[in-house]
């Protein structure tokens, strides 16, 4: 989207919001700068460095996900970036997604990676909401304003937690599940019922699943388990539940499993009320 005031909408419009982070940032700085990376490179590559190569992230991103798009507002953050785009860009997104995650895996698996590089892992956050755009003279430049892009940050932000790569909110999976169910690339999976840091209304957090990701077959076979894990934690069977969480941990490799079979002591001590429905308050962001 262009930075011309007339460009803009006036009004609040639905938008989907899109937030993908580059993980363990603070490390791959330290290693850079204690010369990890440039000691191994190729002298003519002497001048591989953290700034460097948070471009080519960036740039990476940028073109894969096609943010250079007119309706598409974009800013980065950090070693993070924000899209909002239209409404009926749903498709779209995915597809931009896709692109961006078979990327990634093409660079992990390609020759350095570990050693005169560092390997990439990235989160996303993906949720729907009113968006408008004010313009600050302090900067000259429109900002995307609305309760939704607070939210795309904070489940970006959890996404690591739960073991997963593309979290979404029901918001952003009722607009998406058609286009889901018909291609066989894609999968989701409920994950979790959770009142997000500083927030004051509840959503359910799905984990969007991609055949490019190796754990794609792990994952989904996983879900009558987990399904059958999370009907007994509501039911506040605590132990049946933390059985099965831990089984899903150990058997399928998922930290998912080990998270919310920790989470079932913790209530197990508390004793919610009778009228709890399985929404837990995350203190993450």
Not at 191 to 210: A, C, H, M, S
Request: proline share 3%.
């Amino acid at each position: 989207m262009s930075q011309n005031k007339s460009s803009f909408p006036k009004e609040k419009s639905n938008r989907i919001v899109l937030f993908v982070d580059l993980r363990d940032s603070t490390e791959i700085l330290m290693n850079f700068e204690q010369g990890m990376y440039q000691k191994k490179e190729r002298q003519s590559d002497s001048g591989f460095t953290y700034e460097k190569f948070l471009l080519d992230v960036h740039e990476t991103s940028y073109k894969e996900l096609y943010l250079g798009h007119e309706n598409t507002y974009v800013e980065i953050y950090g070693d993070g970036v924000m899209g909002v785009f239209p409404e009926d860009n749903t498709k779209y997104i995915l597809e931009n997604i896709y692109r961006l995650t078979r990327r990634m895996r093409i660079y992990n698996d390609s020759p350095g990676v570990d050693v005169a590089k560092p390997r990439i892992d990235i989160g996303c956050g993906l949720t729907v909401g009113k968006v408008s755009f004010v313009y600050y003279n302090l900067d000259e430049r429109h900002h995307a304003v609305g309760h939704c892009i607070h939210e795309a940050a904070r489940i970006e932000g959890v996404s690591k937690l739960y073991d997963a790569r593309i979290l979404v909110s029901d918001r952003f999976l009722d607009f998406a599940e058609g286009f889901l169910d018909s291609d066989q690339r894609f999968s989701h999976r409920f994950i979790d019922r959770v009142l997000l840091k500083g927030f004051r209304e509840p959503l359910t957090l799905f984990e969007l699943l991609l055949d490019n990701d190796p754990r794609f077959e792990i994952k989904r076979n996983s879900i009558p388990f987990y399904s059958e894990a999370y009907a007994k934690y509501c039911e506040q069977k605590w132990e049946a539940a933390k059985r099965i969480f831990y089984q899903i941990y150990h058997g399928y490799g998922l930290g998912l499993g080990a998270v919310m079979a920790r989470r079932c002591d913790i209530l197990a001590s508390r004793s919610p009320t009778s009228d709890w429905n399985g929404t837990w308050k995350l203190e993450e962001k």
